[in-house]
């Protein structure tokens, strides 16, 4: 299995709601990644799971709450967002936290196909 | 913010034809990858080159990187119509924790 899957493909959601995006891969990666994507732009870096452990937080405000309940799941929970948040929200991951081997096979990132969030 | 720029924004070109799209980057890079993304899907890695490498080749894939002017170049040979997406140039940082970074992305059409 190459492969990260990510659930759901699409969501709407109000500013009140309370929802989550889910991320599963088999691989036996040990480091997981959020990115957010707004439209017509890169992805930008979110946060970094390594064995299960947060390893990075690029100042995300708290209604973005992110979970790795074991090495296989990530989970980026919502409440209280925006309109302005609207975006893809992608999740990835790699073998190890990159820089941690020197295989090139540990600097790469598998993307799952994203989560389309609409927030009204 | 991003760390690579890329240029053209956007390509459009013939189906066979070649591709070339540039990337410049700002500070050091232990690596530099290329990512591709079909429209609001998600990314694929495609191709990594690292620091001390200057040209790397898969398929019909090209690759250099000049880290004296932090620019890499991307070469699509022999076009086809599968290969409409948007490239993006990702660069890791040296140091303990690489932190991928992407940028700006050209988006190419191939007209069949």
């Known amino acids: 299995d190459t492969e990260v899957t990510q659930t759901p493909k699409h969501l709407v959601m109000g500013m009140t709601n309370k929802k989550s995006l889910k991320c599963e891969q088999h691989m036996g990666h040990r480091a997981m990644y959020w990115y957010k994507q707004k439209a017509k732009k890169p992805p930008e870096l979110m946060f970094v799971?390594?064995?299960?452990?947060?390893?990075i937080n690029e100042s995300v405000p708290s209604r973005f709450s992110p979970e790795c309940p074991n090495s296989s799941l990530l989970n980026l929970h919502l409440h209280a967002l925006q309109p302005e948040d609207s975006a893809l929200y992608l999740c990835?991951?790699?073998?190890?936290?990159?820089?941690?081997?020197?295989?090139?096979?540990?600097?790469?990132?598998?993307f799952g196909a994203g989560s389309r969030l609409t927030v009204l | 913010s991003q760390q690579g720029e890329e240029d053209p924004q956007a390509l459009s070109i013939q189906e066979g034809e070649n591709a070339t799209m540039n990337c410049s980057y700002k500070t050091s890079i232990n690596n530099l990858q290329w990512y591709r993304q079909n429209s609001g899907r998600g990314l694929v890695h495609l191709i990594l080159?690292?620091?001390?490498?200057r040209e790397k080749h898969s398929g019909r894939l090209r690759v250099t990187l000049d880290t004296s002017k932090k620019s890499s170049s991307l070469l699509i040979t022999a076009s086809r119509a599968a290969d409409t997406a948007s490239y993006f140039c990702a660069t890791a940082t040296s140091g303990g924790y690489q932190k991928v970074t992407f940028g700006t992305g050209t988006k190419l059409q191939v007209i069949p």
């Open positions: 799971y390594s064995y299960e452990k947060l390893s």
């Open positions: 080159i690292r620091s001390n490498e």
């Open positions: 990835a991951s790699s073998r190890r936290l990159l820089g941690t081997e020197r295989s090139s096979g540990a600097n790469v990132l598998t």
